[in-house]
């Protein structure tokens, strides 16, 4: 896993967007639902984006997708995705690829995200696959007054099955890897908010202290309609899940 850094402004909260599953190209891609969410992130200077992977659809003629039905070739399709990141760059946190740019990447060694991010001028945001992303902002109640830390593990993932059930598990195994504050998984299309708890033990002051940690599964940007509803896949919603963290007490909370 690549490890990245971010100090922040002293915001009393931040607010993280992850976005991926776009997949430019593709007929059934809702630009309007991509440019709301740009607008909504520009809206606020506390506001900040994860970009999760499968961004472009990369339909090429070795993978699975439909060449024919392709809206875009795959480098317009890179053109759109610098267009659409290029005035949220300075937001974006951590950039990875998904399945989709993988493509690329097992047939010709291209890596897609890796250019996009170089064109944005964001390469040490740049992540191949699994990132640890550490973010401090605001100032904590404590008598140093240092900035709250948090620490998120995310990756675009793979799999997940039909069922929701199976989706969710996928998203919960990622907490068998590492301790984090925040797990987002993406791939699958379900955005989905779940929170866990347990108790750390601390060995220091001989006691147990309650750790609360939350798990996102990030939305698609796709209408229904074409492959999804030919192999019986139901709608799924299109609406982007929000990560919301207190920079004065530690609180993590999530919403779709
Ligand atoms: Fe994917």
Known sequence: MKIIKHDLPQFDTLEIYPLADVHI???LHDKKRAKQ???EVLEKENRYVIVNGDIINNAVKHGVSDVYAEELTPNQQIEETVNLLNP?????????????ENRTYKQDGILIMYQVAQRLGIFDCYSEGAYLLFVKFGKSQGRDCR?????IYGKHGSGGGRKVGAKAIRLFEMAEVIDADIFIHSHTHVPM??????FRVDY?????????QIF???NGFLNFGG????????????????IILNGIEREVKALI
Do not use: C
């Not at 974006?92 to 690829?97: K, P």
């Open 216 to 218: 996102i599964n990030t």
């Open 25 to 27: 190209g593709d007929p």
């Open 88 to 100: 949220i760059k300075d937001r974006i946190l951590v950039i990875t690829e998904g399945n989709h």
């Open 193 to 198: 908010v779940l929170r866990k708890t347990f």
């Open 147 to 151: 900035k709250m830390p948090y620490a």
């Open 204 to 212: 220091r002051n001989e006691k147990a202290t309650q750790i609360e």
């Open 227 to 242: 492959y999804g509803e030919e192999k019986g896949f139901a709608p799924t919603s299109t609406k982007y899940p929000k």
């Open 37 to 39: 969410f740009i607008n």
